[in-house]
């Protein structure tokens, strides 16, 4: 469906008449990329066409496209019969008059900045109630068709209710609007809901499709992502009706605004909401080039429309947009802190704490006084030194036997001989062992030598670590990682072949923690530090177990600080101790360290406590420092040994350090209350990207720096070259497609399809504009307006060409079939959350409570566990009880690897890329969600429940109640009789099957009354449930 | 109604009434005669470009990436290398993924199973796979895939979808697209996920893998449960038999078609229809589930596993029963292949998995008369190293992911059986013969379903979008019969 065509007297119109030819038949040969172009022809651009004598202006029998294309000859005939693109008769004709008219191109249609023309005039004025109905009434006018007339006041109550709020009118927001015979009824009931919380919870909802909004990681693991702060943030701004530019530059560039908000850096979230992985083996810059692309591709089709995602490999086929200007496009968003591995944990940096509401006044004042505090330590440190050399001269290696635990010490392996043997201990006895052949010497940290180990275990001791699950145990070692993501255990006592029973000290992906085994993985705990230890660097590492059999006993400390940890077994309740050997390097026959130095390996038969393990690490290293003669100790280790020395032996610092400490700990109990926020951070370099061949991340061409499209208006000197300036840009008014890509959007949330109906593609392999001046009209409107999303919806939904009933009649059908003209009222199947809200509304189910953590309502057993990984903390779905189950759908938690399952049926998108347009299908699965689903079933039961108590006892009353609900409006006889003749069956029915009755009334969590015949409930029941599966019920 | 939609809705046409009517049931037939708009709700081709041969697809992805050299790929030579570095001319400076790259060295671990070669073709299997030893003359082996990929992610999406990035349709989309329904009372594409009986390191699949992109979502796998519902909400709610749900729908319908009087909306009627399919759905979904009117034989051939809801050989043996019925591609996803470690501790659990339900599947279509007509296709997303990752001895070794060779086996579908296609180095590590990127692999799958790869396109963003991609792509007619 597109504009009307020329008539014959009319001129030829490029972008009309011309432009689809030539790019539906030629221009795949004949255009913008290079790389697939033909004879080296482009038709896309007069000049080009010109050059080559493609194209005479005036003269189409000089042309030679037109003697081309005319041909009969097979090898000159163009399009070539092997594309198997035919041109026919009438396109023929359109290019020949083109040319004879002088063959005048025009840019895109959409690349042109919105001109403002005069409203149409139209027959009908008495119709029209504001600019938009001019618009539409001209085009039906001239089509030969009438508009509907106005919908009954109960449809267009719940129509608009259901487009401004996502929810169907109250009985008493319907019979105050009803009762209202004054002027002005309607724009008072529509001025009540924008201003309804509900707005702004609607309207993010479709927002969070663009923004790709998810509660998980998406790849792989599919871990949490704490991410919810940004939709509440969307919420608010729709709901203070932010200006969309405003809206625009504190998506894009929150973070990046003079003095940023706390609010404005959530906001950048938006470009943290993309997928990310963190699978063991994959490769960072492969990533970190995949993010980018992605941020880059959700931008432009966001905001201009563009598909830019072409532009990854080659040229744009169609739009011009070359390789080198997408990669010049996404350097704006090149230039992030983030790192390519998320973690697999919640909060993956760069991230803000976003405290609780009174915590705020408080967390702002801390970090001051923490720096005061700081700087008090710090003023003491730089006095201290001269006390600490004092102290160094005199003191002995002794002298710190006492910061040495040696109570349980049940084995110590310096690993610091340097030869042929290794001397250890068991339980203060010592022993040697021959040097293994995989194991070399290399240089120690607090011994001039330390094992190397390759492969190989460095020590086997058979009475050692044989800890049951209930025995406390503690187990330290430096250790030097290298810098890959190799896993290994550096000191375990387990069996492999028996269900990896034992214990170890284990290292993946260069993050330590352990595992003490029952059976992997059912019965086993595992535990493992957050962040990753930096490669090639000595490191201390203890790992404490309490004896408690819980994740939550076995903590990691890393050069003596206690470790966040991920926890990914939780389940151990039975026997861990094995017969195999205690080794150090690897478990008893796999996980085998490579490429690892370990030096000083202690392991205790209690839990050391935490000031023990604190020093642990660093007092070994002071007892090596202090064993050497004074010239012989390095500048490097007396410091390590200083900084030790000031916060355990230095008397003056110890006030001063528990002030800190203290105020330390207030902010982490505030920050730990507090919710997370991901965020933007750009690094302090100007950003940069590099052309990447066919888009391979290792195939880096041209470097190149930020810059938007030749095609688009110039990126403005004064504006930075970073993301804000991109935003900036973005909301110029000289930008042609920024308000009329948002308004194409908001349009079709309201219509159910934009004016441009791809809405995610203004390129020219997008479709045309059905009314390009109600386009413009409505961009620069919005624009002018400054950018008033209220005020656009309002506009819109007081149009007549809104207000019409959606009666389909047959002439409509046929010359109007997909109501692009807007012959008739907006009717489609909603959305997949509105079908579930419109279900708990309508019942009174329904929570309407705004924004928080997500929630997880009903959900069949088996969606997540059968697609997620053991240890992914998203892999058992625990349903929650009470409020939760009715929340809002907006609010039901997002698994990327498995989206909330009823809602994926109604083509909910899976959230791992930026979505436009959903889908809007109509299966038997679809028919099956809304029968069969327990969040289904209870809700008609509730509303049953309700009719019976609250509506007379008769049947019609009854039914108008429930009725009043779920449609709006009442029942005709003949309605009423079907719904009554359903009933009577199926009260028959559970009247003698009184079983079948109780079971029915008990799905869900909800109580059923139990005052109330079951029969009569559960017949009731069947009959809402019927109701709710009306298609006038599941269309707006 | 759009143009595009009609003339897919003629095409439509055209297949029902050169293909006839055992296609698709009469009533369909005749109900797209009496209402054309509501049979537009399927979008589909349903005219091939050459003579298909297969009419189902099987497809059992061993998710992880299952070791070509322990299974299929004989390397005997390897015996002498046992702990001798892999040789540069080998790796030829190649990528490897981070969990090795870091690796001081890379010594080689030779297969420690013994091999044996069998059947016609002579080809050579390991000990681990009793049952493939019976029926390698039914089957084409392919030596020598290859892929681009080196991570799970891409490389699953990769052999999938042909693309590494997500989000592109996978194959059994494109097939539904292609081919359509040939039972309305089932889904056209079926997914089913294996638990494996050893869970030590079970990898990571999502749903993105069956989406169908951006294809109609029609086409998208829908999800076959072994627990629980069979398919998502396909049971009435407890106390409501069969009875009752009729009365509400026919209610519903009535109720329904005074709305269509009223309106009009072409949509309604297809809403109408799909509350019939959705509850003829209801009756035959149960039916292919409920296993008790299989007999013995079939848990003598499948292996009495078949008969434990979620393990291998069960999907297998419903995968016959979905593909009897009229579902054009079936795909079991089995999981645990990723050996990084424990080789001798995981492998031979992940062979009994499959082995017998390999077999019990191809015999019994056989028996049927169906395998001429299904294509089953075995194989992970790619293979694995010949160097040890981490500990070696001659008992037990770890493998990294190797993306530049690996096995997968077809059968039937008008494959050609006895086949052994591809050869490797002596390491395993490289093709020298044959290669079989898997851009041919798709080509050839879809040769098969009796489409042309160049010509079967879907136009998305403006571009004829296809399964293949842009590179150059071959049928690989040594594998068709």
């Not at chain 1, 839990?607 to 642990?616: I, N, Q, V, Y």
């Amino acid at each position: 469906m597109v504009p009307a065509a020329a008539s014959e007297a009319q001129r030829l119109e490029y972008n009309r008449d011309v432009r689809p030819i030539l790019f539906d038949a030629c221009v795949s040969c004949h255009g913008p990329d290079s790389a697939s172009r033909k004879a080296d022809l482009r038709l896309d651009q007069r000049a080009a066409a010109m050059e080559m004598a493609a194209i005479v202006p005036g003269d189409p029998d000089s042309s030679e496209m037109i003697r081309r294309i005319l041909s009969t000859d097979e090898a000159e005939t163009m399009p070539p019969p092997a594309t198997k693109k035919v041109l026919t008769d009438r396109q023929k004709q359109t290019l020949i008059r083109w040319i004879e008219e002088g063959a005048e191109y025009q840019p895109h249609w959409s690349l042109i900045a919105p001109r403002l023309v005069e409203p149409p005039a139209v027959k009908d004025e008495t119709w029209v109630r504001n600019v938009i109905d001019r618009f539409i009434l001209a085009r039906l006018e001239a089509a030969g068709l009438e508009p509907a007339d106005e919908a009954d006041r109960g449809v267009l109550a719940r129509r608009v209710c259901l487009d401004l709020t996502g929810l169907p009118p109250t009985p008493e927001q319907l019979d105050a609007f009803l009762s209202d015979d004054t002027a002005g009824a309607y724009e008072r009931y529509v001025d009540a809901l924008l201003a309804s919380p509900q707005w702004g919870e609607h309207r993010g909802r479709y927002w969070l499709d663009a923004a790709r909004y998810a509660d998980t990681h998406g790849i792989h693991f599919d871990n949490y992502r704490e991410m919810w702060t940004y939709r509440d943030w969307v919420i608010k701004a729709f709901n203070r009706n932010m200006p969309f530019d405003q809206f625009t530059i504190e998506n894009l560039a929150g973070d990046l605004l003079p003095g940023a908000t706390l609010d404005q850096r959530i906001a950048s979230g938006f470009n943290r909401c993309n997928i990310t992985t963190n699978e063991g083996g994959a490769i960072d810059e492969e990533y970190a080039v995949l993010y980018t692309r992605d941020r880059t591709e959700t931008t432009a089709q966001v905001w201009m429309g563009l598909t830019a995602g072409c532009g990854v490999c080659h040229d744009h086929k169609f739009d011009s947009f070359s390789q080198r200007e997408f990669y010049a496009l996404s350097a704006f968003f090149n230039n992030t802190t983030q790192k390519a591995m998320d973690g697999n944990v919640k909060d993956t940096p760069p991230v803000i704490s976003v405290p609780q509401e009174g915590d705020l006044a408080r967390r702002l004042q801390l970090d001051a006084l923490i720096e005061e505090a700081e700087q008090a330590v710090e003023e003491r440190r730089r006095a201290a030194r001269g006390d600490f050399d004092r102290w160094v001269a005199a003191a002995s290696a002794s002298e710190l036997d006492a910061w040495m635990p040696s109570s349980g010490l049940q084995l110590h392996a310096p690993l610091n001989d340097g030869g042929s043997v290794i001397a250890y201990t068991v339980a203060g006895e010592r022993r040697e062992a021959p040097l293994a052949s995989t194991v070399q010497w290399r240089p120690g940290k607090a011994s001039p030598q330390a094992a190397y180990l390759n492969q190989g275990s460095v020590l086997d001791v058979a009475d050692a670590g044989d800890f049951g699950p209930e025995q406390p145990y503690s187990v330290a070692a430096w250790v030097k990682l290298p810098a890959n993501d190799s896993s290994g255990s550096i000191v375990a006592r387990m069996d492999e072949a028996h269900g990896f029973r034992g214990w170890d000290l284990w290292v993946e992906g260069r993050r330590v923690g352990g595992h003490l085994i029952h059976k992997w993985p059912e019965n086993a705990i595992k535990v493992v530090t957050q962040n990753q230890l930096p490669a090639d660097q000595w490191i201390h590492v203890a790992l404490v177990y309490d004896g408690t059999k819980k994740a939550a006993g076995l903590k990691v400390y890393v050069n003596g600080t206690p470790q966040p940890t991920n926890v990914s077994a939780d389940s151990l309740t039975a026997d861990t101790r094995t017969s195999v050997p205690l080794k150090i390097g690897q478990r008893h026959a796999s996980s085998l360290l490579s490429g690892v130095s370990v030096e000083g390996v202690r392991l205790f038969a209690r839990a050391l406590d935490d000031r023990e393990a604190a020093t642990l690490g660093t007092a070994a290293l002071g007892q090596a420092v202090l064993a050497l003669p004074a010239e012989q100790r390095s500048p490097a280790d007396l410091d390590v040994l200083f900084a030790w020395w000031f916060i355990n032996l230095d008397e003056l610092s110890r006030p001063l350090i528990a002030e800190r400490d203290s105020l330390l700990r207030e902010r982490n109990d505030i920050d730990a209350r507090a919710t997370i926020a991901h965020v933007m951070q750009e690094r302090p370099e100007p950003p940069k990207a590099f052309v990447l061949h066919r888009g391979e991340y290792n195939k880096r061409g041209e470097e190149v720096t930020p810059d938007t499209p030749a095609m688009l208006p110039p990126f403005p000197p004064e504006l930075p070259r970073n993301r804000l300036g991109l935003a900036q840009w973005l909301v110029r008014p000289e930008h042609p497609l920024t308000a009329r890509v948002a308004v194409n959007r908001f349009w079709q949330e309201v219509f159910g399809q934009g004016l441009v109906r791809t809405a995610g593609d203004f390129g020219v392999s997008g479709e045309l504009p059905s009314h390009p001046e109600l386009l413009d009209w409505l961009a620069i409107e919005f624009r002018e307006s400054g950018w008033d999303v209220k005020r656009l919806f309002k506009l819109m939904v007081t149009s007549a060409a809104y207000r019409q009933a959606a009666v389909v009649e047959a002439e409509k059908l046929a010359k109007d079939p997909e109501n692009r003209l807007l012959s008739r009222g907006p009717r489609f199947r909603m959305d997949a959350e509105m079908v579930r809200d419109y279900a708990l509304a309508a019942s009174g189910l329904l929570s309407r409570k705004i924004g928080g953590p997500s929630v997880k309502p009903y959900q069949p057993p088996g969606v997540w566990e059968a697609v997620a990984m053991i240890g992914s903390n998203t892999r058992d779905y625990r349903q929650d009880a009470g409020e939760s189950l009715y929340r809002r759908s907006m609010y039901t938690f997002w698994k990327r690897s498995a989206p909330p399952a009823s809602m994926e049926v109604f083509n909910a998108p899976s959230r791992e890329h930026c979505v436009m347009v959903r889908e809007r299908t109509n299966t038997p699965l679809q028919a099956l969600v809304t029968l069969n689903d327990p969040q289904f079933v209870e809700a008609a039961r509730h509303l049953a429940q309700r009719a019976i108590r609250e509506s007379g006892a008769e049947f019609d009353d009854r039914l108008r109640f429930v009725a009043k609900r779920l449609l709006a409006r009442e029942l005709s006889d003949e309605e009423q009789a079907i719904v009554r003749d359903s009933y009577d069956k199926l009260r028959r029915h559970y009247d003698i099957a009184a079983e079948d009755a109780v079971r029915l009334v008990d799905v869900g969590e909800s109580e059923a009354d139990a005052t109330l015949s079951a029969a009569e409930l559960a017949a009731w029941t069947m009959v809402v449930n019927e109701l709710m599966n009306l298609d006038e019920v599941l269309n707006k | 109604m759009s143009l595009i939609s009609e003339l897919r809705q003629q095409v439509t046409r055209r297949y029902f009434f050169a293909a006839g009517s055992h296609v698709l049931g009469t009533a369909a037939l005749g109900a797209l005669a009496k209402d054309g708009l509501a049979a537009s709700a399927h979008q589909f081709v349903g005219r091939t470009h050459v003579a298909p041969k297969a009419r189902h697809v099987i497809y059992l992805h061993m998710v992880g990436g299952p070791p070509q050299m322990d299974m299929y790929d004989y390397k005997p030579v390897m015996q002498q290398w046992y702990d001798k570095d892999l040789p540069e001319s080998v790796r030829m400076g190649q990528r490897l993924t981070t969990m090795t790259s870091g690796q001081a060295r890379f010594p080689i671990a030779p297969s420690k199973y013994r091999f044996e070669r069998c059947g016609q073709s002579g080809m050579w299997v390991c000990e681990l796979l009793p049952w493939m030893k019976k029926m390698v003359d039914d089957v084409a082996f392919v030596r020598s895939m290859q892929t681009d990929a080196i991570n799970h992610e891409p490389a699953i999406s990769f052999i999938q979808t042909g693309n590494q990035i997500t989000g592109r349709p996978c194959l059994g989309a494109w097939a539904s697209y292609g081919l359509g329904s040939l039972n309305e009372d089932l889904p056209t594409f079926v997914v089913m996920v294996a638990k494996p009986s050893n869970t030590e390191q079970v990898q990571a699949i999502s749903a993105r893998l069956w989406s169908s992109g951006y294809l109609p979502g029609e086409h998208a796998g829908v999800s076959f449960r072994t627990a629980g519902d069979p398919i998502l909400y396909i049971n009435d709610p407890p106390g409501t038999p069969r009875e009752v749900r009729r009365t509400t729908l026919d209610g519903l319908r009535a109720l329904n078609e005074l709305t269509y009087r009223k309106l009009g909306d072409p949509q309604t009627h297809t809403r109408i229809q799909q509350y019939e399919l959705a509850f003829r759905m209801q009756a035959s979904v149960p039916e292919l589930a409920d296993l008790s009117s299989e007999p013995a034989s079939t848990y003598a051939l499948y292996g009495d596993d078949a008969g434990s809801p979620g393990t291998f050989a069960n999907t297998a043996l419903l995968a016959r029963r979905l593909v009897e019925r009229g579902v054009r591609f079936v795909q079991i996803y089995h999981n645990n292949w990723d050996t990084h470690s424990n080789v001798a501790g995981r492998l031979p659990d992940q062979c009994r998995d499959v082995d017998q339900a390999c077999y019990g599947l191809i015999q019994d279509l056989k028996q049927r008369g169906l395998l001429d007509s299904t294509l089953v296709i075995w194989g992970g997303e790619f293979g694995r190293t010949v160097y040890s990752q981490g500990g070696l001895s001659p008992q037990n070794y770890g493998r990294d992911h190797h993306p530049r060779c690996f096995t997968m086996w077809m059968a039937g579908g008008g494959t050609k059986a006895g086949t052994i296609y591809g050869e490797t180095d002596e390491f395993s590590y490289n093709v020298v013969k044959d290669p079989v990127p898997i851009r041919d692999f798709h080509a050839t799958v879809l040769h098969l379903l009796g489409f042309d790869h160049e010509r079967f396109t879907f136009k998305h963003q403006g571009l004829d979008q296809r399964l293949t991609g842009v590179l150059p792509t071959r049928i690989v007619s040594e594998l068709l019969a």
